[in-house]
């Protein structure tokens, strides 16, 4: 956040030790003109941000006016600056999900609403992403999943990501189901899955493949109008 | 789960990327066919301050009053709101819970009071914010303690006990409460200073014998004289403790209290001495066993509060102390050990040994300085001083807190004692004020007659609704409770005054169910019926002679019993001094008149 891109560990400890023991020479002996210290940093970090008005929220999603003031009320009321991140995201997701640990499936889904990867996600990324989940069509829908699938942005899908997010599904349900989740049953499943989408058997999935896998799969199709929320 | 109901529909929108990888398929989703409804704001009226939030806002805690539908008991139709007759500032906090997810708890605020709403409202003192949290069990423990100290001194002024064991152990714990008791105190307390005085003087040279050099103890001069001192004293304390462990409720509890340990600690060497006198062997062991007796100075914690407060403060303080022990051995073992090895090899030195130079590092880090060992080397001087700064350090730590313990449990008992005494001016100061407003009954009692008269005259009656309903109710049972007595009540009575008392606190209670009260006794229901029809009943003359008894509720049964039938027709004459005799012949009110 400050200019501390040129400092390294042992030179920042060395000035903690020689602040703490001797607060006199702070202004004396200011190394790299850093003014700030820890607690004026979170200070500064508190930013208010203002999202777009409710008209253009409203043509750019598919929710009206009335969706749109609900869901905003609820957003400003767990996040008053305006703007999620990642910690706040996880803590949310955690109160839906006690049992497991739900926090690297979050950690994906916060990045694949993070379009433009700031490290927070604001109102409106909130907003398109909810509209295509809840009202996008079956293609969008499906996009969303593979992007949530593709970590690196890429475009293809390998089996390490999928092992990824496969096992933080799993991590979600707990260490007490029944039956007992272990490595294999991830590799399994991740070999059942990777059989059935990588048609041309080159190691990493595409996004048509997974278009083509997906249509045909009644399962998936009827799956992803589940769903489909009215607020 | 703060507001987590506006975030799930993101959560089950997210819930898409598992479609693709899941091993079967998913199972669709309960349908809701309803409108949901929306989210519509709800009106609060809390005393005239009005609130409004919505709807969801307080769905969020079904548990709580206004969650739930008991709020609908509240609902005013006319004004569209929930009407709650509280205290709105305190409403407040309550409804920012629902707001924010947070109980905060306001430090102005009177702690009871608050509990009160809480109760009310259905919300759980434990949900209060950690940043409030501690505040409020402090306060809360600060009030427990001091009703705890209220009670406890109260006790002790009722209960009249009979049995002469209870009476006895009353005399032992509360000496100021009988002469015996006092007497029986001071004469302890007498012998253990004299015996600790023997104890002392004992030991004194007490002159040199005529003839010899020798300058023995008084003790050895005087034995016999001692002896009998000695002896004296140790009966009394025998005594006494017998009869403490007669008096005792719980035996066992109180063998094992740290006073009587005291005690027994205190006499037993005696019989020791008495015992095994004869043997020289063991007389050796006998001589310390002597040095027990010191131990009777601590029957002086029994007459002392101070001493008490303070061997109290030290076991409370044990923490602090077992701290200040433990950092102390450190610190001795470190410094000892260093200045060994610093000291060793100079000539002559007096530091021998590892535990030889624990005796130079106490005495040091307590700044004694005795000087008996001192460090000749630089490097042992070096270390001394060392440990002479660091022992200062070290030992003045913990002490604030042992002194602050102390303050705070000492201010206690004096805030104790000072409420105990102005509890009884207080009391007083609230009877005077009810003497003035016990004359009230009479005088509504009064009124209510000349209405009577003036109804019956056929005169033009003021409005009667200026009475309250209240009163008139009350009124009427207790006229309903002279006449079933056949005794009036006495205005010049005490308790007279507790009718009028108690008549806010019936309000409190319930408004709908009079109770009636000690000053006219027991009493029955009879005020359910509506004033007019029973106003008959009014016709009492004011002289008030004889005393009130006990309510004889047989009697009560009977006369509502009878009171069922049809009410006797209204004397049409204008005496209205007729007694009332239509109900019940057999029972004539004697009335005397003015």
Redesign the interface.
């Known amino acids: 956040m400050c200019g501390r891109t040129g400092d390294s560990k042992s030179g920042r400890m060395f000035r903690m030790i020689i602040y703490r023991l001797f607060p006199p020479l702070r202004k004396h002996l200011l190394f790299n003109k850093e003014k700030n210290h820890d607690l004026e940093d979170l200070e500064m970090q508190v930013v208010r941000y203002k999202p777009e008005g409710l008209d253009v929220l409203c043509r750019k999603s598919k929710f009206t006016r ?1 969706e749109l003031q ?2 905003y ?3 400003k ?2 996040c008053p600056t305006g703007i999620v991140n990642e910690e706040t995201f996880k803590e ?2 955690a ?2 999900f006690p049992q497991g640990d739900s926090s690297a ?1 979050a950690h ?2 916060f990045n ?1 609403f993070d379009h433009d990867r700031n490290g927070s996600l604001s109102f409106e990324e ?1 907003v398109m ?2 509209s295509v ?2 009202r996008g069509t079956l293609q969008e ?2 996009q ?2 593979f992007n ?2 593709d970590i690196n942005g890429d475009g293809f899908i390998t089996k390490d990501e ?1 092992t990824d ?2 096992s933080a ?1 799993y991590e979600m349900m707990g260490r007490f189901s029944e039956p007992m989740v272990d490595e294999n049953t991830t590799k399994e ?1 991740v070999e ?2 990777f059989h059935k ?1 990588d048609i041309n058997r080159d190691g990493v999935i595409t996004f048509d493949e ?1 278009m083509e ?2 249509r045909r799969d009644e ?2 199709t ?3 109008a ?2 489909d ?3 | ?23 079967n ?5 309960m349908v809701r066919q309803e409108d ?1 409804r ?2 519509e704001k709800i009106t609060i009226n809390v005393s005239g301050r009005v609130f409004e939030v ?1 709807r969801t806002t307080l769905e969020k805690y079904p548990d709580t009053l206004l969650g739930s539908n008991e709020k609908d008991f509240f609902y005013d139709e006319e004004c569209k709101d929930y009407f709650f007759d509280r205290d709105p500032e305190l409403f407040r906090h309550i409804l920012n819970y629902y ?1 924010t997810g947070k109980l905060h708890y306001p430090k102005h605020e009177c702690l009871a009071a608050y509990d009160e709403e809480l109760s009310f409202f259905g919300i759980l003192p434990d949900l209060i914010g950690d940043c409030c949290y501690e505040d409020y069990r402090d306060r809360k423990r600060e009030n427990q303690e001091r009703l705890i100290d209220d009670k406890n001194s109260e006790n002790g002024h009722l209960e009249p006990v009979a049995n002469l064991r209870e009476r006895m152990w009353r005399w032992f714990e509360n000496p100021h409460i009988g002469t015996a008791a006092l007497v029986f105190y001071y004469v302890t307390g007498f012998f253990i200073a004299v015996s600790v005085m023997a104890n002392v003087i004992e030991t004194i040279p007490c002159g040199v014998i005529k003839g010899t050099h020798e300058n023995p103890a008084c003790g050895e001069r005087f034995e016999a004289i001692f002896f009998c001192l000695d002896t004296a004293c140790v009966m009394i304390f025998t005594a006494e403790y017998l009869l403490r462990l007669y008096a005792a409720p719980d035996r066992c509890k109180f063998m094992r209290s740290v006073m009587s340990v005291i005690d027994v600690v205190a006499i037993l060497p005696y019989y020791i001495g008495l015992v095994i006198t004869d043997n020289d062997d063991v007389s050796g062991a006998f001589v310390t066993l002597r040095v027990f007796r010191v131990f009777r100075i601590f029957k002086f914690s029994r007459h002392s509060q101070g001493l008490r407060i303070l061997g109290y403060t030290l076991k409370s303080c044990a923490s602090e102390l077992g701290f200040l022990l433990f950092s102390l051995t450190m610190a001795i073992i470190i410094f000892a050990t260093v200045m060994f090895y610093a000291e060793r090899n100079v000539e002559d030195t007096k530091f021998i040994s590892i535990p030889e130079a624990f005796w130079y590092t106490i005495v040091t880090m307590t700044t004694l300085g005795y000087g008996d060992m001192v460090p000749k080397t630089i490097a042992g001087k070096i270390v001394g001083g060392l440990c002479s700064l660091s022992g200062v350090l070290v030992i003045a730590l913990p002490v604030p807190v042992i002194v602050s313990n102390f303050s705070r449990i000492y201010h206690q008992n004096q805030r104790a004692d000072k409420r105990k005494a102005q509890k009884k001016a207080r009391i007083a100061r609230i009877r005077m004020a009810k003497n003035a407003s016990g004359a009230a009954f009479i005088s509504s009692k009064k009124r209510a007659e000349e209405a009577m008269r003036a109804r019956e005259s056929g005169l033009e009656v003021e409005d009667l609704k200026n009475q309250d309903t209240l009163e008139m109710q009350h009124h009427h049972l207790l006229s309903c409770l002279e006449k079933t007595t056949r005794r009036n009540t006495d205005s010049d009575q005490d308790d007279l005054n507790d009718i009028q008392i108690r008549l806010p606190t019936i309000n409190r209670s319930s408004r709908s169910n009079l109770n009636a009260v000690s000053g006219g006794g027991g009493g029955g229901g009879g005020g359910a019926t509506t004033p007019n029809s029973k106003s008959n009943n009014l016709t009492v003359t004011t002289a008030i002679v004889t005393p009130p008894t006990p309510s004889t509720t047989p009697e009560t049964e009977s006369l509502l019993a009878q009171t069922d039938q049809s009410p006797p027709p209204y004397p049409q004459t204008s005496s209205t001094q007729t007694p009332y005799t239509s109900q019940n012949p057999g029972d004539v009110v004697k009335i005397s008149s003015l």
């Open positions: 009335k609900i869901m009320r609820g957003f009321q767990e949310i997701y109160q839906f499936y994906y889904v694949t909130f992403g909810l989940l809840s829908r499906l969303w999943a949530l699938y999928m997010i496969v599904i499943h059942r899955v989408m997974f896998t997906c399962n998936i009827k799956g992803m589940i769903f929320t009215v607020l | 789960m703060a507001s987590v109901a506006a975030w799930l529909p993101f959560a089950r929108a997210s819930a898409i990327g598992w479609v693709p990888v899941a091993s398929p998913l199972p669709p989703p949901r929306g989210d919505w707001r």
